[in-house]
Structure formats: structure tokens, C-alpha cells
């Protein structure tokens, strides 16, 4: 039971000798106090309302930004897997032009040899 309750009951039970106007007064009184408090908390809640606004917000921000990396990260996947390819078949045609270059080189060695013997001849 609210404390105004508890005065209003005893005035009328005859209690206390508190007059009308005693009665009267202190129930403005904490009508306004009800009214006081009740405003605080409208205004409590309203704060808390608009930081509930910010949070959401905030989340909705942090899953958009979450779902983006993981799209960068698909995509670095993808260019990951097209520069291991590149990279592949970069050393596949060095390593054929090295090879390529020691067959030419082996061949000009058996013509250089084979001068120097036509040479050694003569």
C-alpha cells in the first residue's frame, strides 16, 4: 500500500486529529511527487529507448561491415587461387626456357667441339 494510502485510511478512520486541509496538503504533496517521479522514469525511459536505438544501430553496422569482410575474403580466396596458377605456370615456362636455353647451349658446345677437333687436325 502507497504511504499516502496509509494517511488517507487513518483520516478517515479519525486518527491523529490531522485536519482536512493537513490532509488535503500532504496528498498534493505526494500527488506531485507521483508526478515527479513519474516523469523521471518517461524521461529514463526515453533515454533508454534512444540508446536501444544507438545499439541496434551499432549491430546492424557491425553485421553489414562483418558480411563485407567476409565477401573480401571469398574474393582474396579467388585471387589467391588465380595468382597460385599464374605463379605455376610462370615457373613452368622458366623452367622450359631453361631448358630450352641447355639444349641450345649443349648443341653450340658439341659444334664448338667439333671445330676445335677439325681444328686440331689440320
Same mark, same amino acid.
Given at each position: 500500500? !502507497? ?17 482536512? @486541509? &493537513? =490532509?488535503?496538503?500532504?496528498? &498534493? *504533496? ?6 515527479? =517521479? ?18 541496434? @544501430?551499432?549491430?546492424?553496422?557491425? &553485421? *553489414? @561491415?562483418?558480411?563485407? =569482410?567476409?565477401?573480401? =575474403? ?5 585471387? !589467391?587461387? &588465380? ?27 658439341? @659444334? ?8 686440331? *687436325? *689440320?
Amino acid at each position: 500500500m !502507497k504511504p499516502w494510502a496509509w494517511i488517507v485510511a487513518a483520516a478517515l478512520a479519525g486518527c491523529g486529529g490531522v485536519t482536512k @486541509q &493537513e =490532509m488535503d496538503t500532504l496528498e &498534493e *504533496k505526494l500527488k506531485a511527487r507521483d508526478d515527479q =517521479m513519474a516523469a523521471q522514469l518517461r524521461s529514463d525511459l526515453t533515454g533508454i529507448d534512444a540508446k536501444y536505438v544507438q545499439v541496434q @544501430q551499432l549491430h546492424l553496422k557491425i &553485421e *553489414k @561491415q562483418l558480411e563485407d =569482410m567476409a565477401k573480401l =575474403m571469398r574474393e582474396l580466396q579467388a585471387l !589467391k587461387g &588465380e595468382l597460385v596458377e599464374r605463379v605455376n605456370l610462370a615457373n613452368t615456362n622458366v623452367l622450359r626456357s631453361l631448358e630450352f636455353e641447355e639444349k641450345l647451349m649443349a648443341d653450340r658446345l658439341a @659444334q664448338l667441339r667439333i671445330l676445335i677437333e677439325e681444328l686440331k *687436325k *689440320k
